[in-house]
């Protein structure tokens, strides 16, 4: 936590019911502050996303690279409207069915969006997070939040207010507790600018469910070879624990021989009769309780100084492509 550059501040950890806490919060966003805010996905940095100050404290942080743009997050379809230049029907459509929820929409941004927002781009992501309580600083704000998950560049995002307080506390004057999250992974971003709506980041809303809706959508995979970088959180070495991550095959149970004592397993099956590892995590074997629960299970090793996670294939079939996604990318670090 500590880095020579950065001056330790005070962090307040406050219940996000307990009387003054959202006042104090509102307040210190008011005054260019950062506020780790708990989102219905993943624990948000928040910053005012109209003040290039505030935004660049964001950045400062968490250590992010500034190429790295951040998502707009606003109360309402209108708030959206007002941080980009066009609101195509698509936009409409969308926000319709999943907001408030864990989709964020990559559209033309207006002149009032600070270009350290968008990462100098000419595009920015807008979300409407479904939590009540940052709903309930966004309505009292009434201007629009910049937030990246709360945790240092790089590192697994926080899904309770202690995540986020291990990696950022001294940095930042204010963690307000809400709680864990209940979707566990961050929002499926998609990008409405081309002529064919494009997920850039998967998400618990699924390509399938945007096809419901607009009747047609690409995946960005295919098309990271065009050279662009259109979604830097694209980048394979994000979402890392410490430890090292292996994806274990079919066979998986035979590696658990070679695991010595700081070796984690995370599986969707209690450990066998014979095996006496202490550190055994049975995640639910659904892609919703999986989700909820991977960045508690993956925070939970990093503190407790795991070296290696063993993490048990996934199920194919829809539902678990986007945790499938993060897990690649957390064993890709090692
Ligand atoms: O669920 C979430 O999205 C959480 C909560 C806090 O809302 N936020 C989050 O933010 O995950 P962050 O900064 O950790 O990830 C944002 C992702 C990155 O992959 C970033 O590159 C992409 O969104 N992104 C942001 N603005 C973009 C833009 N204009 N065009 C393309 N990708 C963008
Ligand atoms: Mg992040």
């Known amino acids: ?75 309402s379809a209108e708030m959206a409207r007002r941080c980009v230049a066009a609101w195509p029907s698509a936009a409409d459509r969308l926000a319709e069915v999943f907001w408030p929820g864990p989709l964020s929409i990559v559209l033309p941004k207006a002149d009032s969006v600070p270009d350290i927002v968008t990462a100098g781009g000419e595009t920015v992501a807008v979300r409407c997070p479904a939590h009540p309580v940052m709903l309930e600083v966004l309505n009292r704000c009434g201007f629009p939040l910049a937030a990246p998950s709360a945790n240092l560049s790089n590192q697994v995002s926080p899904t309770r207010a202690g995540h986020v307080a291990e990696q950022l506390a001294d940095r930042i004057p204010m963690i307000l507790d809400g709680g864990p999250c209940d979707v566990g992974i961050e929002s499926t971003v998609v990008d409405l600018t081309g002529e064919i709506a494009t997920v850039l980041r998967p998400g618990m809303v699924s390509p399938e469910q945007i096809r419901d809706v607009l009747g047609e959508v690409r995946t960005a995979s295919g098309s990271r070879s065009s050279g662009t970088l259109k979604s830097p959180g694209q980048l394979p070495l994000h979402y890392s624990p410490k430890a090292r991550v292996i994806l274990a095959g079919e066979d998986w149970k035979k590696s658990l021989g070679q695991a010595g004592p700081k070796a984690y397993v995370i599986s969707t099956e209690p450990p066998p009769a014979d095996c006496d590892l202490e550190n055994w995590h049975q995640l639910p074997a659904s892609p919703d309780g999986y989700a909820r629960s991977l960045y508690d299970t993956l925070n939970q090793c990093d503190q407790t100084g795991a070296e290696l996670i063993l993490i048990q294939s996934l199920p194919t079939g829809a539902g678990w492509d986007a945790i499938r996604d993060r897990l690649t990318r957390a064993a890709s670090g090692s």
Do not use: C, W
């Open 1 to 75: 936590m500590s880095d020579p550059g950065h001056n330790p501040i005070d962090t307040k950890i406050a219940t996000a019911d307990d009387p003054g806490a959202l006042d104090q919060a509102v307040e210190l966003l008011g005054q260019g502050q950062l506020v780790a805010i708990p989102t219905e996905t993943v624990y948000g940095l928040a910053s005012n996303a109209l003040s290039p100050e505030a935004v660049a404290r964001v950045f400062k942080a968490k250590g992010r690279p500034a190429n790295n743009p951040l998502i707009v997050h606003v109360e």
